[in-house]
Each structure stands twice: as C-alpha cells, then as structure tokens.
C-alpha cells in the first residue's frame, strides 16, 4: 500500500517570496507522483507529474517539484509566488501497477501582499 | 476547464433519502473515477469505472454504489444519507494508465 504525508496543513508567504511544499510517500514498489492544485470552490487541476525520466519536473504556472528516492520525497517549489497562487496543493502517489491515486492531507498555501 | 462536467453543483437533502449524482467525461477518456472530499477524512478514492466495469474499488461505503453507462457517463448513487456524508464529491476521467487525471468541478451534497 502507498500512502503520502503532507507535512504542512499551511505554508503562509508573502508575496514574490519562494515557496516549497513538503510531500514524502511511502511505498515499497515503484510509484507515479503526482502535485494537484485546488482553488477555493473549484475542482483539482494537475500541475506537474513524475512518471520517469529527469527528477527535476517542471509544471505550469512556475511550479517545479524534485523526486528523491532516497529519500522517498517530491517538494514542490516556485521562486516567486504570486497572490493567485493561493490555493491547497495535493501530492498524490501511484502504484504503477494500478490506478488508484492515494492523496496526502494537502497543504494550504496563503500568499499575502 | 478540464472538459469533465458534474451535476448538480450542488445538492441539499435530509438523512435517510437517496441521491445521483452525474459525471460526463472527457471525449475519449474510458476511465471514470469518483473521489470524496470532507473536512474529516481528506480527500479519497471512492471507485473506478474503465469503459463500463468496475476497474478498482476504494474506501466505498456499502450504502454508495456507481455505474458507468455505455456512453461513458457514470452516475454515483448514495444512499440511506447520514450527516456525515456531507462533501464534495469528485469525478475525474482519464485515457491511459499513466494515471494523468482531469478532474470536474464536484457536487456539493449537503446533508441535513
């Protein structure tokens, strides 16, 4: 079984500030990682995702995210964040034998002026 | 706009009554997943449809149950409603296995 834990319920930032949001899973076979972002009374939008390949994956909206196997972890970061950007963010993980998506707890990110 | 359209928006009912709540997919996507949203338990994968069966089940109570139709669309039924089963619920769609979903704007079900 997977599971994902979401270390921060909120991160507050101020404006043009970076930001980095903490995910750390726990799986004991090879899994898809996942970042979604949730504005206040819309759904879950994707904003980048690890298959394979580079571990540095680049998303829209400026985010980026760096897996770690070693140390089983998949932050997500942007240099500069803007008052848009507040928004609960989600880290997902996947078994890549199936297709359940196991969500953390989210992260709220509050960006003030 | 992901393309996947959920109705109603939103739903007000007593405990005790029954629900439908209606998911349309994304043209060409054969999967159809429903997700749970509250306050208590996060957010959780409830079922998954692939081009009509059942695909994978989640943390579904016994008292909800889904159907994907042969046009795709899928509909969740929640029945015998307790308080508790106030959230939103998600609908999300994908084409492959690369688990790349689009997610719907959700029905809020009020419980009252």
């Known amino acids: 079984a997977q599971s994902v834990t979401q270390l921060d319920s909120q991160v507050p930032v101020f404006e043009e500030a970076p930001v980095e949001l903490r995910c750390n899973y726990s799986s004991s076979v090879s899994v898809y990682l996942f970042w979604y972002v949730q504005y206040p009374n819309q759904g879950l939008q994707l904003l980048l995702k690890?298959?394979?390949?580079?571990?540095l994956v680049k998303g829209i909206n400026g985010f980026e995210a760096e897996f770690n196997k070693s140390q089983t972890s998949f932050h997500l970061r942007k240099p500069s964040v803007h008052i848009s950007d507040t928004a609960e963010y989600f880290c997902a993980v996947m078994n890549t034998g199936f297709q359940k998506l196991v969500f953390g707890t989210g992260t709220r990110l509050l960006v003030s002026p | 706009d992901s393309g996947v359209t959920q109705t109603p928006k939103h739903l007000i009912t007593a405990t005790g009554q029954r629900v439908t709540l209606r998911c349309s997919p994304r043209s060409g996507d054969l999967s159809v997943y429903w997700y749970q949203q509250s306050l208590d338990q996060g957010l959780q994968f409830l079922i998954q449809y692939y081009n009509g069966e059942e695909r994978a089940k989640g943390n579904i109570l016994e008292r909800f149950s889904a159907q994907q139709f042969p046009d795709l669309h899928s509909e969740l039924n929640l029945s015998s409603l307790e308080l508790g089963d106030s959230a939103l619920y998600f609908c999300?769609?994908?084409?492959?296995?690369?688990?790349?979903?689009?997610f719907g704007p959700g029905t809020r079900l009020t419980v009252t």
């Open positions: 690890y298959l394979s390949g580079s571990t």
């Open positions: 999300a769609s994908s084409v492959d296995r690369t688990g790349q979903k689009y």
